[in-house]
């Protein structure tokens, strides 16, 4: 079963920036997509970005131009590098993945931003 790790999140000023990591052990062959959401308080779980397994890249509106997702397929490692933060990010981060047989979800990391 695939296991995924995050790390990356904390707090940070309005105008900073962090770098999200989620590590994935276990079997990802057949892997489809991988992806980032969040849930601020009080909210649904929403879409940040979304990878495919061909690298094609996709963004919720409310983050385009500043936050990128990307890959690294010899490390089973997702990336979010999110700039410009603003207070409205705040939120838990959660990394997904999508493969044939299964979605898997990491345990969510803090992200803190102060204005």
């Known amino acids: 079963q695939v296991q995924l790790v995050e790390s990356g999140g904390g707090l940070v000023q309005a105008g900073g920036s962090l770098r999200l990591s989620c590590a994935a052990s276990g079997s990802t062959f057949s892997v489809r997509a991988m992806g980032w959401y969040r849930q601020a308080p009080g909210k649904q779980r929403d879409l940040v970005a979304v990878?495919?397994?061909?690298?094609?890249?996709n963004y919720a509106d409310s983050v385009k131009g500043r936050f990128t997702i990307s890959r690294d397929n010899g490390k089973n490692t997702i990336y979010l590098q999110m700039n410009s933060l603003k207070a409205e990010d705040t939120a838990v981060y959660y990394c997904?993945?999508?493969?044939?047989?299964?979605?898997?979800w990491g345990q969510g990391t803090q992200v803190t931003v102060s204005s």
């Open positions: 997904k993945y999508g493969l044939a047989y299964g979605v898997y």
């Open positions: 990878i495919s397994s061909g690298g094609d890249a």
